[in-house]
């Protein structure tokens, strides 16, 4: 009986550890979707060469969008463009974004 309560023992650690990287690596994704390179953006705005940080970009396109609900940007760092996604009637609208300028370079979807 001692043998089979170790075992069970060594079993149920072995989940519990399992339980905790599954849950880890669940979290991780919305982490960094909600941090992105938020950092770097803010710090590249302040300097007066890098992107404008990501409110004023948001503030400058979300009028335009004619009501579409807003889904939340995405950060390229290696063009400084930001790429907004808004959603419209089931369809989904992709809205690139000129880091430094705030102009709209592109526009998919609808």
Do not use: C
């Amino acid at each position: 009986m001692t043998t089979m309560n170790a075992t069970m023992k060594r079993i149920m650690k072995r989940l519990a550890v399992a339980g905790i990287a599954v849950a880890g690596l669940a979290v991780m994704p919305a982490f960094a979707v909600q941090r992105g390179d938020q950092p770097d953006i803010l710090s590249a705005g302040r300097g007066g060469h890098g992107p404008l940080p990501l409110p004023v970009i948001e503030r400058r396109v979300r009028p335009q969008m004619g009501g579409a609900a807003y889904l939340g940007p995405e950060f390229d760092s290696d063009t400084g463009n930001y790429r907004l996604k808004f959603m419209q009637q089931g369809a989904v609208i992709w809205v690139d974004v000129d880091g430094r300028s705030g102009n709209i370079i592109r526009r998919s979807g609808r």
